[in-house]
């Protein structure tokens, strides 16, 4: 498994989580990194994007003020902060790769569960 997603559980509106994803190869180091999110019935969805030194990021409107995403390339890892949750946040999590900073996710982890309960 290239990327392995971690932290999802379940949290009461408000609340916090905090995701991370690990990847076992270096060519993640100098690419750039996502999260994806899809709900039950819904499309997928971007939530935020890192570039490979951290230097850059991009948010979703409906996440933008809440969620943070970081990176360690020395540890190998990805994170997503996750603040000021509502029950619309409830989806599967994906975390996603672009090794060759083509602006094609080439590379999507398993997917980890986040459920927000009012």
């Known amino acids: 498994v290239q990327l392995q997603a971690s932290g999802g559980g379940s949290v009461q509106a408000g609340g916090s989580l905090r995701l991370s994803c690990a990847f076992s190869?270096?060519?993640?180091?100098?690419?750039?990194m996502g999260w994806f999110r899809q709900a039950l019935g819904k499309d997928r969805e971007f939530v935020a994007s890192?570039?490979?030194?951290?230097?850059?990021?991009y948010y979703g409107n409906s996440v933008k003020g809440r969620f943070t995403i970081s990176r360690d390339n020395a540890e190998k890892a990805v994170n997503l902060q996750m603040n000021s949750l509502n029950p619309e946040d409830t989806a599967v999590y994906y975390c996603v790769g672009d090794p060759n900073r083509r602006g094609e996710w080439d590379y999507w982890g398993q997917g980890t569960l986040v459920t927000v309960s009012s």
């Open positions: 190869d270096d060519m993640f180091s100098t690419g750039t």
């Open positions: 890192i570039s490979w030194s951290g230097g850059l990021t």
